[in-house]
């Protein structure tokens, strides 16, 4: 059984650029959701896809955004790049929502200079 | 909305003591709580996982308990040892969404 995988496995980029984070969700997972986690901090909730539709979303801006794909894959998008942006980025997936048990990815680890 | 605390936020034991990790949440109306654990720079690996109609779980050397009605979940790790040592989050869901505490940075000293 294949785990949850995410890539690139570190990115840096400068303030105004837009980059995109990829996720591929563990076998027979329908749900993907994905964290910031700054440092030192514990990971907060951006937004969750089931089914290729967003499922919720926590508190952050429209210049985040998400797809996900008919084989469950994901992305995260993040336009206009801020120095607060630079973070850990995890992606969990589940069979479910988050009444579910969450698998983790390694996390793509973003620095915006 | 949900806050989850953890306390302590850092812990150094010698190898061979019990370690006792505490989490509080605020809103009682939850599917579950899971404990993490991460290395650093590392992703989160799931070590339990409490349903809210349990009271406990157990897995090896790992023990967590549940008190809905108090918003506190503990989890304990028997005989700690040095490959212990990581972070560790507790988090409670909801609907969409984990929420999570700060973790509890645990060091083991051999």
């Known amino acids: 059984e294949t785990g949850v995988t995410q890539s690139p496995t570190h990115l840096i980029k400068t303030r105004g650029q837009q980059v995109t984070l990829r996720c591929s969700s563990q076998s027979g997972h329908n749900t993907v959701s994905w964290y910031q986690q700054a440092l030192g901090q514990g990971p907060q909730f951006i937004f969750q896809y089931y089914r290729e539709e967003e499922n919720g979303r926590g508190n952050f801006p429209p210049r985040f955004s998400g797809l996900q794909f008919p084989n469950y894959s994901s992305e995260l998008n993040v336009n206009a790049l801020e120095l607060d942006d630079s973070a850990l980025y995890l992606c969990?997936?589940?069979?479910?929502?988050?009444?579910?048990?969450?698998?983790f990815g390694p996390g793509t680890r973003l620095t915006v200079t | 909305k949900q806050e989850v605390t953890q306390i302590p936020a850092a812990l150094s034991v010698p190898e061979g003591e019990n370690l006792v990790l505490n989490c509080s949440f605020t809103?009682?109306?939850?599917?579950?709580l899971q404990w993490f654990r991460q290395d650093p720079g590392k992703g989160l690996t799931s070590l339990l996982l409490i349903q809210s109609s349990q009271r406990e779980q157990t897995s090896g050397r790992l023990n967590a308990s549940l008190d809905k009605s108090s918003g506190r979940s503990t989890l304990y790790i028997a005989a700690s040892q040095p490959g212990d040592s990581a972070t560790y989050l507790c988090?409670?869901?909801?609907?969409?969404?984990?929420?999570f505490g700060a973790g509890t940075t645990v060091t083991v000293r051999a």
């Open positions: 809103d009682s109306a939850i599917y579950n």
């Open positions: 969990a997936s589940s069979l479910g929502d988050s009444s579910y048990e969450q698998y």
């Open positions: 988090a409670s869901s909801s609907v969409h969404k984990l929420s």
